[in-house]
Each structure stands twice: as C-alpha cells, then as structure tokens.
C-alpha cells in the first residue's frame, strides 16, 4: 500500500524539464502524425544520440501554441510555421527563431469530391467552403482568392472542428474544405467509407509558393549553446532526409515511439508531404537551406495575409544566421 | 429479490437500446464518420492493446484522482476557516466564485505555459474545475448543522475545534459528499480537458488522437471507455459513502 | 438533601429585559422570578413570549438586555458545568450508539471518556429503560426512546439544574405521558431544580410544583401558580378534584394572553 503511494507521488512529481546536459525538449505544433515523424526518426535511427542528444517530445495544439512553449522555456525546439512566427515577432519580441526549413511549399489545399464541378480554384466563386477555426491556412486564403481574382466574400465561409469537415462535404452541406494536402491519405479513408473519391487543389499550385513548417529553437538557448543547437539542426536535417526517403521504416519509426500511430497511414501522410518537403525549390536551393530571397518572398505573403507592413520585421531575424548557410556541413 | 428485478429490467433497456443503434446503423447505412456501429465500436476498442488502455487510464486517472484529493485537502481547511470567520469569507468568496465563473478551457493553454506539460500543470487545471463545488458543499453542510448541537457544544463549553470536529464536520458529511460527487465526475472533466490542451498519453488526449486521425470508431470506444471510468469513480465515492458514513446517507433532520 | 437547602434560591431572574436588536422590540421586558433548589417549575405561555430565549439566557448562552439572572447568587455570564439541557428535539449524533451518545458531552467538554464514566451511563441508560439499546443508533430507536436518551444524556453530567425546552412536543399523547412519569422517577431518585418550557397546560399541572404562565410579547411572568397536587404523580393524579381546577386556571391566564393580543 505504502509502496504504491510512492510510486503514485512519483508518478506525478514529474521534474520540469530544464536545460540539463543534452537533454532537450522537443515541441509537436500538433499530435503526433505521419508528417511529425522526422523528429521520431531521429531518435529510433539515432540522428539525435550521434549528436549526443536526448530528445523527449512533447505533443502541441497549433503553431502558436508550439511558439509560445518554445517561448516560454518549456520546450527547446519545435515544429512551426515560420509564418506565424514572423507574424508574432513582427508584433512582439519573441525569442524563437527557426533554424531549419521543413515545408518549402504551402500545405494549404482545398478538397473537393471527384464529382464535383469545382476543378480549378477560380470555379469556387459563390460556393460554401469550410475551414477550421485555428488554421494557418485561413490567413493565407484571401491571397490565394486574390490570385483568381476573388475575395473572400465570394465565398460562403463556414468555420467548423477540424474533425466535422471531412463529413461536411461527404454529407454535401459544403462544396469544399480547406485543409493541409499532408492529410490527403486520411482523408480518402474517410470519403471511401461512404463510397466517394477526393480532388485535391493544392494552393501551392496557384502560385502560393512560401515557406511553411519549419524547426524552431528558443534564442536563448541559441546564445548559451550555440553548438547544441547546431547539433540539433544537423540531427533533424538527417532524420527529414530519412524519413521522406525511408517512408516505410519512418512509419515503424514513429509507430514505434507512439503505438497509437498506424504505421501505414503514416507512411501514406509521409509520401503525401513529399512534394512540400522536396519540390523544386529545394532543387534550387538545395536542403535544409533557407535563402534570403524566398525568405522575402515568404514574408511579404504572410506579411498580406496578416495585415503588417512588410518594414514592421527584417524577415532575416526570424532565422537563426547559420542556418543561411545550410546545416548540413 | 426486486432490486435483482430491477437491475435485470436495466440492463435488458441498455441491451435494447445498443441493439436499435447497431440495427438503424446498419438499415439506414448510417456512415461511420457520424455513428459508428456499436460492433464496430467494440472491435475498435478490441485492437488497442490492453496496456494501451491502461497507460491511458493510468495517465488519466492519476492526474484526476491528484487533482481531487489535493483539492480536498484545500477546500475543507478553507471552509473551516471561511465558517470561522466572516472575514476571510467576505474576502475568498468572491474570489472564489471568479475562478469557478472562469471557463477552465480558456485558461488552460495559459497554465501549461505558466507551469508546464507535465502533470503539475493538469492537476492544477483538475484542482480549479474540482474547488468549487467542495468548498461550497462544505460550508454549506457546515452551516448547517442544527443550533440545538451548536447550543449543546456551547453549553458545555468545550473548545471550538471539538465543535468542528465532534459535531459540524460528521454532520456536514451528507452535503460533503454531494459535493464530492459532484467533484469525482468534474474532476475527470478537468483532467481531460487538461489532456486536450497538452498530453502525450490520457484517454481525453487518446480520443482527441483518434479523431485527428478520422478514427471515429476508435473515438467513440475511448469516449465510453471514459464514461465508464467517470461512473465507476461516482460509484466509488458512493461505496465509501456508503460503508464509512452511512448515517449521512439518511442525514434529513 | 438536607432541608435547609430546599429554602435556598437556585434560580434568580431579576427584571430581566431582552430583545434581538439594539432598538427593535422587546421580547421580554420586565422578567422576575425565583426558582427554589430542587423544584420543579413549569412555565407556560402563548406561542412566541420568549419561553425559549428565556431558558437560554439561564443557560448561559444569551445574555440578557437588561436586569440580571443569577444562579446560586453568582451572575451567569457563561454556560456552567452544573446545568443541563434538553431540548425540543433530541438532537441525536447519529453516527453514534445510543451509548456515546449519552457520554458525548463528556467526550465533546474533556475530550476522552473514562471506564467509570462510561459505566456510569450505562446505569442511567438501564434506570431510563434503554440498558438494551445501547449499542443501537438513534435512527433505529422510536422518537420517545430517542428523547429518553436525551435526557440521559443531560443527566450523565448530574446537573444541579435541568433546563427543558418543551421536551416532548415531538410525542404522541400516549410517549408522551410515559415519559413524564419517568421524568418524575428520576427527578425524585436525583433531585433536581428543573425548569420546565411547554406548551401543554395538562402536562405542565401534572408535572410541576409550580406553573409559571407568561404573558404575550413584550412577556412577563403574568401568574404563578403553586400545583399543590400530591406527589408521587401518577394516572391518578389526573382524577384528583384539583387538578381540573388548576389546569382551568392556567388556561384561563393563557387565553387572556391571546385575546389581549
């Protein structure tokens, strides 16, 4: 009985975690998904113990969520859009900067059922289309319509749980959703559990062309250990090259570390993330490489989508300056 | 004999009532996105490991059942004292009363972020949300207490803290534990709430997992399996009731 | 006893005035009465004449606005050991036997319970007919024995003075009547000064030495009447040739009070 009360207290006098030697925290910006496996990768193949690093990872509720932990010291690294991070130092000093690009392209996308009449962006003009309340994606969409010559108010915008839009439109009270083309996989299991298919009209195809989820790392601990962070980068750069070229073993990866993760769908949302990690912008930039001038071109897109000037944020201090460089070597 | 009836007469309503859901699921082919069949429900719940469940339960419960005793241990000093004095009553009620009328699922990104991921921060999210109703029940059952047992104790001049002890707390144990029902069940509300906004294990943070992966009959298992854990804690609390207390269970005077 | 004692004054109510709020109405204005040691008084009056704030202020657990109430000639200012109270109801514990009920003041004023004592309520338990109740909890015990156990309770302490606060309103007429006779029992083997609040006029006559009838509020002592009845009182006590002539008397000072009102 005795014994049992002890464990019970220790189970739950967890100690925070604090910058011990190389143990570091690592923040999700959502539940764990095919998409977040590089960082479970990255412990499974050892990427993270080759640099001396102990990595445990904590899952998170959006990017603003992921960027205020990181902020806040309760995580050292973390997946976010650099967009929301931009647009938070743009407004506050936030000591977070990315330090590895992950996304080269817009995850945005809009889905709609095989048949319907929607084929191109520009078809949507007059038709219901639901978005989640708290996704990224819904700053970027009055850019995306302006691309088609549209506004907003040409469409009937209905904000539901990321969970109630897939039912939505199979049940036909919209004509299409908005939502990341990394849950393709998942989506066309839903759809064919009531006998229908999905089209996909990925934003990055119109031309939206920006970074997007990138890894982050707290700026103070960038000034106390510069190296460590370095290290970190070098490890994740290893593990996304892995991951996305080793898609199947990613998916044991992360099933591995988190049973509740079905290998196979992961495998499936890893191969449909493909195209926002490796796409041509990498092929003219190389991996793992943040350029100044697509970083421009990133931030006077989110600098639209959030109504800032583009002089409120030099863009470069949203980055950490090695990673200008490429982290690889 | 009769409560035998009557319990068989029960579980005969809720077979019936799992069968016309699992046969209007199957008539009207009812999507499993909107209602997944009770079979396909139960196999949901038979392809998660065993001690996957459990490390959910696990996780879900410590945090609910800490939350409760530490919230336990507060609200009945806190009481005591408030009874004592009008005071420290006039200057904890209303605060009191603000944090019950805050909405703990706005303050809880706050509070991972103020004390962390870890389970501190959940217990604490549990405290808030489990407070309330303690401390209130308490006095209120306090107060209770007939004068004439206040007027013995006076009489007999014993110490204020007899009075409390021998007479107002035993006597309060009727309301104390209205309110601890009431308590258990919000107790892994808070906990769940805490697990939707950071957790890596928890059943509120396994049925918010599942959905995010479309896995709606897996969603719903975890769903029951939580309410059946939530009855099972009410019930517990009943027993205790029950076995240790019995004369509040009748305390109508 | 020894005789001497008898003369002696236990209770001394001296123009006591008493009301709930600085300036709000009187309750009681103008209150005098002796009570002798080991008598036994009842007093009776229209509902809401203060009967109840008038044994608490004996009790000690009101002081009064004005004029003073002085037991065994010291000004009561605090409950005292040597009184005991019983009340409307029996206000039981319920989460005790019938026993710990009885030694509950002694556990509530001194925090433990001896053997002797224990033993000793034990003795009163039997001489109240209860001795087979003892380890039962007051729900499983009818309203009368619940009183009962009540009043053993204030004995326990063996208080020179037993205040009543018409103790068994509660009771059917039959309980009722029982249960005064066996008032009277023990009061004769353990003297006491009792003081009596009730509101039936037979049971007051039958029971006491001496009937005091309150007027209604602002309430005073409007008649004291010495029941010459002989004791012991019994079911006979109810034929006696008096006894309908007293019981007229002090409902004739009641209705006055009431059509005065």
Known sequence: ????????????????????????????????????????????????????????????????????????????????????????????????????????????????????????????????????????????????????????????????????????????????????????????????????????????????????????????????????????????????????????????????????????????????????????????????????????????????ANNLTEDSLDAESAVASFAFAGAAE | MKTLLSRLWILLFWLALVAVWEISCRVWAVPEFILPMPSAIWQAFLDVEFNRWMAHLWATLRVALSGFFISLAISLPLAIVMLRSATIKKLLYPMLVVIQATPVVAVAPLIIVLVGTEDPSRILITCLITFFPMVVSTITGMSATPDELIELSRSLQAPRYRETWQIRIPYAMGHIFSGLRVAITLAVIGAVVAEFVAAEEGLGYFIQFSTSFFKIPQAFAGLIFLACVSLLLFKSVQWVQQLWFPWSLNNNE | MEKQALQQASIELAAISHRFEPAGDWVIKGLSSTISQHEFVAVVGPSGCGKSTLLRMIAGLLSPADGAVEVYGHAVTAPRDDVGIVFQKPTLLPWLTVLDNVTFPLKHKYGRVSKAESEQASVLLKRAGLDGVAQRYPHQLSGGMQQRVGIVRAMLLNPDILLMDEPFSALDALTRERIGFDLLDLWQQQPKTVVFITHSISEAVLLADRVVVMSARPSSVVEDIVIDLPRPRSQQTLQHPDFAALTARVRTHIYAQVSAD
Not at chain 1, 54 to 62: F, H, I, P, Q, S
Not at chain 1, 172 to 189: E, H, P, R, S
Not at chain 1, 233 to 247: D, L, V
């Open chain 1, 1 to 304: 009985m005795k014994k049992g009360w002890a464990l019970f207290l220790v189970g739950w006098l967890w100690i925070t975690p604090s910058v011990a030697k190389d143990n570091v925290v690592f923040q999700l910006d959502w539940l764990p998904g095919g998409d977040k496996s590089p960082v479970y990768v990255g412990i499974e193949q050892g990427f993270f113990s080759a640099q001396n690093i102990e990595v445990k990872v904590l899952t998170g509720r959006g990017s603003t969520d992921s960027i205020t932990r990181v902020a806040a010291g309760r995580a050292h690294f973390g997946f976010a859009d650099i967009g929301t991070l931009m647009a938070a130092k743009a407004q506050s000093p936030v000591p977070v900067v990315a330090i590895h690009p992950y996304f080269t392209e817009a995850p945005h996308a809009f889905y709609v059922l095989s048949d319907s009449p929607v084929t191109r962006i520009s078809d949507l003009k007059g038709k219901k289309v639901a978005t989640s309340a708290f996704t990224s994606s819904n700053a970027f969409l009055p850019l995306v319509l302006a691309q088609h010559q549209m506004q907003e108010k040409d469409l009937t915008l209905i904000k539901a749980n990321v969970g109630a839009l897939g039912p939505m439109m199979l049940s036909g009270n919209v004509d299409a959703i908005i939502a990341w083309v990394t849950n393709l996989g998942l989506y066309k299991q839903q759809a064919m559990s009531a006998g229908k298919t999905l089209r996909i009209l990925p934003w990055s195809e119109s031309g939206l062309s920006l970074y997007s989820s990138s890894v982050i790392a707290s700026e103070r601990l960038l000034a106390s250990n510069p190296d460590l962070v370095k290290r970190f980068a070098k490890a994740m750069h290893q593990a996304i090259e892995f991951a996305y070229h080793q898609a199947e073993q990613a998916g044991k990866d992360i099933h591995q570390q988190v049973p509740e993760v079905d290998a196979v769908i992961a495998k499936e949302q890893i191969e449909a993330t493909y195209p926002l990690v490796f796409n041509a912008i990498t092929e003219r930039d190389g991996f793992g490489v943040f350029t100044k001038a697509y970083l421009a071109t990133t931030w006077k897109y989110v600098a639209k």
